[in-house]
C-alpha cells in the first residue's frame, strides 16, 4: 500500500464523527523516504480549510523552528494523531484517537522513518502512555531500532512565550539526532 492510497481512505473515512464537521481530512505530506517524521495532536482550522498539515499559527511557527535547526520541511513527513479537525480545537477524544490510530501506523510502516519526532502530550501519550512530557521532553528514546523524541507543541508557544527558546533548542537536537542515525544508517 502506498501513502497515496491510504490518504485516500482517509480522506473518505468516517469512521468517528469528526468525519460530519470537517471540511478536509489531513492526512499528512511529505516524502515517502523521510528519516524524520513529525507527529503533531490534530488538524486545526487552517489547516482543516486547506487538507494540509501545519499551515496555520502553529505552522508558521513550526517552519521557523525548523529553519533555525536547518531541517528543510520536504525532507520530512508531516502528519497528525487525528486526521480531522476537533470542533472548536478541543484535544482530540480517546475513541477518535482509537479510530484514527491505523492510519498513522500504516504511515510509520511504509515510510518506515529512523527517528519520530512527538509534537505536544497527545502525541506523545499515543506512543508511551505513561510518560510525561516534562520529563521526557528534548531526550531521545531508542525503541525498536527507532529514535523517538519529544518536544512540545508548537501551538503551545502561542500561550507561553518562553517554551520558544526550548523548542528551538530540541528541534537543533533533532538534527543532531537524524544526522547521527544517518551516519550509523550507512
Ligand atoms: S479523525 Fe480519523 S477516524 Fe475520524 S473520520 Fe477522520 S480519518 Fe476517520
Given amino acids: 500500500m502506498s501513502l497515496n492510497e491510504i ?101 510509520i510502516d511504509v515510510i518506515n522513518p529512523k527517528v519520530i519526532c512527538l509534537l505536544g502530550n497527545i502525541a506523545l501519550k499515543t506512543f508511551f502512555k505513561k510518560a510525561s512530557i516534562s520529563k521526557v521532553r528534548g531526550k531521545a528514546i531508542e525503541m525498536y531500532d527507532r529514535i523517538y523524541f519529544c518536544t512540545y507543541h508548537p501551538a503551545a508557544i502561542l500561550y507561553n512565550l518562553s517554551l520558544k527558546s526550548v523548542i528551538y533548542e530540541d528541534m537543533r537536537r533533532l538534527k543532531e539526532l537524524v544526522e547521527k542515525f544517518m551516519v550509523n544508517d550507512y
Wanted: aromatic residues 4%; glycine residues 6%; contains cysteine.
Fill in 7 to 107: 490518504a485516500e481512505e482517509i480522506k473518505a473515512c468516517k469512521l468517528c464523527p469528526l468525519h460530519k464537521s470537517r471540511k478536509n481530512a489531513v492526512p499528512g505530506e511529505g516524502s515517502s523516504k523521510a528519516k524524520l517524521m513529525l507527529i503533531g495532536e490534530a488538524p486545526g482550522v487552517e489547516e482543516d480549510e486547506q487538507g494540509r498539515p501545519f499551515v496555520g499559527r502553529a505552522g508558521k511557527i513550526l517552519n521557523d523552528a525548523l529553519r533555525f535547526a536547518n531541517l528543510d520541511r520536504k525532507d520530512l513527513f508531516i502528519t497528525s494523531v487525528v486526521k480531522c479537525r476537533p470542533p472548536y480545537n478541543r484535544v482530540p477524544n480517546i475513541e477518535e484517537r482509537k479510530a484514527c490510530i491505523s492510519y498513522l501506523k500504516r504511515q
